[in-house]
Nanobody, 115 residues
Framework: QVQLVESGGGLVQPGGSLSLSCAAS????????MGWYRQAPGKQRELVAT???????NYADSVKGRFTITRDNAKNTVNLQMNSLEPEDTAVYYC?????????WGKGTLVTVSS
């Protein structure tokens, strides 16, 4: 079993920045993939960014150049630095880990981009 705990959501003005963090615990593989998904009101959950154990990253086109995902393998944490935030980025952000082929999700943290 894997547990994920997110932190760092909140309210930010358009053009602002916010950082999300997630700590994973449990029986973790050294070769897992971690990342972030988001779900806006009335929309399906979508990928934001993922990072492999070897630090290979993948981003949604909508966040490329604005968001940066990093991870600390020793601490089992993954971070998402979000810059130049837009109202369209408003969503609940979910930490994700694919561990031994099984996906796990955190409870989510709300990010609201509004003036």
């Amino acid at each position: 079993q894997v547990q994920l705990v997110e932190s760092g959501g909140g309210l930010v003005q358009p053009g602002g920045s916010l950082s999300l963090s997630c700590a994973a615990s449990g029986r973790l593989s050294s070769f897992n993939t971690m990342g972030w998904y988001r779900q806006a009101p009335g929309k399906q959950r979508e990928l934001v960014a993922t990072v492999t154990h070897a630090a290979s990253t993948n981003y949604a086109d909508s966040v490329k150049g604005r968001f940066t995902i990093t991870r600390d393998n020793a601490k089992n944490t993954v971070n998402l630095q979000m810059n130049s935030l837009e109202p369209e980025d408003t969503a609940v952000y979910y930490c994700y880990v694919r561990n031994y082929g099984i996906p796990y999700w955190g409870k989510g943290t709300l990010v609201t981009v509004s003036s």
